[in-house]
């Protein structure tokens, strides 16, 4: 259960202001149909952190212990400076429309979303916790608490929440559990 809740806490918080949140935002103001963006978000953001979930397994059986210890460790202080840089949506990541807006949202929100801050954390959340399902879970709930809202709000929830501030706590999230890592102190988690 930890797995689960700590996976749903650090992506929904990494995810806002993310460029997959602003793409969020570009798809709800172009098509104006809310329930097929989120399908295709929700499609979209499983089989991505079901990919990185089983990467991240699939390193823990590979690696030996120290090994995982140090890349884990130095990978969370990493995604903790990483929150700390301001996302923006590139613009050729702006979708076209020619699969409808379940299609479209499905590809953008799949290629937006690969090596992406929340990606690469599902990668480590899974290696951390050897639990493939919660993670993925957890990870996909995080994407969604962030990405439903701004579907169907738009940009009035974005300009009202203080992103750099959320961004400092996902920062100092990351940095907490990347020390914990090194100094052996994941017991906890």
Request: charged content about 15%; cysteine-free.
């Amino acid at each position: 259960m930890e797995a689960f809740l700590i996976s749903t806490g650090i992506v929904s918080l990494a995810e806002m202001g993310d460029k997959t949140q602003l793409l969020s935002l570009l798809l709800a103001a172009r098509f104006k149909r809310p329930l097929p963006i989120i399908l295709g978000i929700f499609v979209a953001t499983i089989f991505n952190h079901a990919g990185a979930g089983a990467l991240g397994t699939w390193l823990t059986e590979w690696l030996g212990p120290d090994v995982m210890r140090w890349i884990l460790g130095l990978g969370f202080l990493a995604m903790a400076g990483w929150m700390l840089i301001p996302d923006k949506l590139d613009e050729d990541e702006n979708p076209r429309g020619h699969f409808g807006v379940f299609g479209t949202t499905l590809v953008a929100f799949f290629l937006a979303e690969m090596g992406d801050k929340t990606q690469i954390a599902t990668v480590a959340l899974a290696a951390q916790f050897d639990a493939f399902a919660w993670v993925v879970v957890g990870t996909t709930l995080g994407m969604m608490i962030a990405n439903v809202p701004a579907v169907l709000l738009g940009e009035r929830v974005t300009r009202k929440l203080p992103i750099a501030a959320i961004h400092r706590v996902a920062a100092v999230i990351f940095a907490l559990l990347g020390l914990a890592v090194l100094l052996r102190l994941d017991a906890m988690f």
